[in-house]
């Protein structure tokens, strides 16, 4: 599988654009079918460690991992 510059599969046909940048922790860009939001496992959903934005999901909370086994 080819991939892109984030390191998550090329756009192709049929495709889903992506919604916005990955944060390290996500699997896929949201947006991406058979994917959805998880509570980050390095933060437990709270977006900061150690005094800053967690690494794992940028601050957000959540990442992105896939759900269909796809």
């Given at each position: 599988?080819?991939?892109?510059?984030?390191g998550?599969?090329?756009?192709?046909p049929?495709?889903?654009?992506s919604?916005?940048?990955?944060?390290?922790?996500?699997?896929a860009p949201?947006g991406t079918?058979?994917t959805?939001?998880?509570i980050c496992?390095?933060?437990g959903?709270?977006?900061?460690?150690?005094?800053?934005?967690c690494?794992?999901c940028a601050?957000?909370?959540?990442?992105i991992?896939?759900?269909?086994?796809?």
């Amino acid at each position: 599988m080819n991939q892109d510059k984030t390191g998550g599969p090329e756009a192709g046909p049929g495709s889903a654009p992506s919604t916005g940048e990955m944060a390290p922790g996500d699997e896929a860009p949201a947006g991406t079918e058979g994917t959805g939001e998880d509570i980050c496992p390095d933060c437990g959903g709270s977006g900061c460690t150690d005094g800053g934005d967690c690494p794992g999901c940028a601050g957000s909370g959540k990442v992105i991992k896939g759900i269909s086994g796809a």
